[in-house]
């Protein structure tokens, strides 16, 4: 196992620069998730790990050692990809041991390896099949054995849950996460499913745009996200924004106004925030609830009622056009036309600066220093 | 649209296997003529050429035109010489090719896009306009052989076998059907420690049955009938291969019975050779749309 590190680490293709200057530093043992959207960049950086794209600029260092100009199989990693990349006219075991048959490992070896791999991923029954005699979860299985009969020191991950249905899909992740807690191997796991992303990672890279925009726990991007993209791509339905202007600014915090909320006083440090400012409230559809039941209330005509049975998702549009979404109880009475009041309190709120920074929030919940597992 | 009824279900099968059948007749007719004339004495096959007794082993029915053929020519060293010369070549033609379509595929080297332009463009260049010149350069060509150098390759086996080595189209076939199959295939093999020649040899060409198939045959049948090269470089009978060996045929006095025996024959090898590739051949056919 092996810590992995890189530094400036830029990728252009011909005059597209893709990657612009990623810093990444991932602990032994840790299980880095990678996220943003399609386009993002995050497969480039993933394969520059592999050694399947060359590094344009940057340092990459695997275990210490300068990985930069080392082929693939010289960097102790192994790979996983999306559509699993099986060799079709190889069984399950010539599957996982290729790559100890290339490496010229004794046959003992090579069997005492394949057999364990199989035995950890229960593929002992399907090791003379083909991959086409295989169904979609088992053929992800196999693609993993094959990982790690290569005893990596590194594994990574590409998209490898996007294939499979969704009730598969939330096994196989399950199952990821234990490999991960049973190998304890360093992991890069590339995904656009920010539900993956929470729920597996010790730490959270969010990529757009070729930058890493914030580098973090699964908490701390949910409870205090650097900028607005994070804020509005971690979180699901995603966070509301209503544009306010700074009334005010005191040692209690910084006092907003907008003409749906009035004025609220924030629970912000005020170091960075000017009256007249312009800024922009983000507040957590699940932050929201139904009536004048906390500190500051919106009202609006309800356009749009999606009812989850445990919880109920409301859509309601103000006087002013302003949209806005809470997740409410699921048993709650509400008809689309009504006219309703959803509030939440200040300690709830997020507020980004102009460039759409955040500002730093003072009351955070405790679970932010939370990590995987506990 | 209102559904069909099981009347013009059965109408459209009916016409479907009629032009089937029609279109099978067309193609297997002149091979039943052949088969057929080779059987009888050649003042019987021609009088039989303007009924349906052509197509009918009918009449003065014998194996007499082959025994009579053998005797008119040394068959079996042509068909050996043709078997010879096309299976080496075929061979060594696939490999070859395989390995510069596998490198325009996946291998990443200045000029590549340039040379398989030079290369396809090779295409419309036929063999006619380019003989004499080869002709010239194959006569100048050293060897080292048992007897140490030698100067000029006519009448041999490798002058109908080197200049045939590699060919456009066949490196083309490999290219396109290389360049449909997922990338991540290669990408895991790099990772799993392969060399490019192990991808090749190990993970690419055990999944390229089809193209394979078709390259061979496509190769095999144009290999085989070569008539002009062979004729212009072998001089001597022990290197000539079955179509020049049918100019024996045509001297003197044409006995057809004779002909169409020999050529049964010849026609033997190649069906074989293509009824043993015949379901990859026709899966390539249909997955890549290469019509031959």
Redesign the interface.
Known sequence: MASLSMKSVRKSYGAVEVIKGVDLDIADGEFVVVVGPSGCGKSPLLRMV???EEITAGTMEIGGRVVNDL???DRG???V?????????KTVYDNMA??LH??KAPKAEVDAKVKKAAEILKLEPYLDRLPKQLSGGQRQRVAIG?AIV?NPEVFLFDEPLSNLDAALRVNTRAEIAKLHRDLGATMIYVTHDQVEAMTLADKIVVLEGGYAQQIGTPMELYHTPANLFVAGFIGSPKMNYIEVTVAEVSADGVKVAAPDIGEALLPIDPDKAAVGDRATLGIRPEDMRHGKTDGITVSGRVELVERLGHETLVEITTTNGLDLKGIIDGTTLISLGDTTDLSFAAASCHLFDSAGKALTRREVPEVVRARRGT | MPSRTPETRATSLFMRYAILVLVALIFVFPLVFMLVSSLKPSMQLLSDTSSIRAFLPVGDISLDNYTASFARAPVALFIFNSIFVTSVTVVLNLVICSMAGFSFAFLDWKGKDVMLSIVIATLIVPLETIAIPLLLVVNNLPWIGADGIEWGWLNSYRVQIVPFLSDALTVFLFVQYFRDL?R??I????????SWF?IYA??IM??SGPVIATAAILRFLAMYNQYLWPLMVTQSEQYRPVMVGLQYFFQLNTDWGQVMAYLSMITVPVLAFYLALQRAFITSIASTGIKG
């Open positions: 592999a050694g399947l082929e693939p199989k990693i192994a790979m990809f999306q559509s699993y990349a099986l060799y079709p006219h290729f790559g290339i490496a094959r290569r | 997922p991540d295939l990408e895991a093999a790099r990772i799993d420690g392969a192990q190990k993970v055990p999944i």
